[in-house]
């Protein structure tokens, strides 16, 4: 039978998803963990290639067997074998057509920001820091120009391999917590939600948004940039630890 998965990780110590020689990843240790429940070994697809340092709370994977252990109590039985910064939430059965990339609707991504002139060390592996303040109104402004059907090649990392840079983003919103006078500084999320996305697309929106924030760019510029196609007009890739992959919708 085919199983689905539903997988929440804290990347902090792995190189991301996809299995690397010479490298720890969350998909060789989720195999590792289904060798050593099942007795033999047994390969896993992922829904979203993860990079390294990155965070799920909603990630998907699939595999093939044969078994007895109803699907209410496989997550506990798998989460025996894996470490504690790895946790299976979810399993269920699917059709043996699925698949977990192709069948997937929509994603959800959140990056956060911590924006403080000096950061809360509990979020050192969480979010980025970013000194200058930042003006959520002229983000969220600015954010509204990529929603919709684009060609996201100005937000586009070198390295991908992809046919085709359209994309649709359904949402792009951004929300600010203040963290406390003893805390101090705000912690800015923000959420995109599309049908796919470009190898490090969120990134590259998230750092072209922390410009806007503090006037490096301009609002309006924002939709010359995605008009551009030149990844060289758009902000800095921001690190990797502020991004989590929150959800995927089939």
């Not at 007795?39 to 990079?51: C, F, K, L, N, P």
């Not at 060390?121 to 959520?136: E, M, T």
Request: aromatic share 10%; hydrophobic share 40%; with cysteine.
């Amino acid at each position: 039978m085919k199983i689905l998965l539903t997988v929440s990780y804290d990347g902090t110590n792995y190189y991301g998803w996809q299995r690397q020689v010479g490298q720890i990843t969350i998909q060789e240790v989720l195999e590792e963990a289904l060798a050593g429940l099942f007795g033999r070994a047994i390969e896993v697809r992922g829904a979203s290639r993860t990079d390294s340092k990155v965070h799920a709370l909603g990630q998907r994977a699939i595999f093939s067997v044969e078994t007895t252990i109803p699907m209410g109590n496989l997550p506990l039985a798998i989460n025996n074998h894996l470490p504690k910064d790895i946790r299976i939430l979810k399993a269920q059965v699917v059709s043996d057509t699925f698949h977990p990339q192709y069948d997937a609707k929509n994603k959800t991504y959140r990056y956060q920001i911590y924006n403080a002139p000096i950061i809360n060390p509990v979020y050192n592996n969480y979010a980025w820091h970013v000194k200058p303040r930042l003006n959520i109104k002229e983000m969220q402004t600015a954010a509204n120009y990529l929603v919709g059907q684009h060609d996201f090649k100005a937000f586009c990392a070198t390295g991908g391999n992809t046919k085709t840079t359209i994309r649709r983003i359904n949402s792009i919103e951004i929300q600010g917590e203040i963290q406390g006078e003893i805390q101090g500084g705000e912690l800015i999320s923000i959420y995109v939600n599309g049908n796919g996305f470009l190898y490090n697309m969120v990134r590259i929106i998230a750092g072209t948004l922390a410009y806007v924030g503090y006037g490096k760019i301009q609002t309006h510029d924002m939709k010359e940039i995605l008009l551009s196609a030149d990844r060289t007009k758009a902000g800095i890739t921001a690190p990797p630890q502020g991004l989590s992959l929150m959800e995927i919708l089939y």
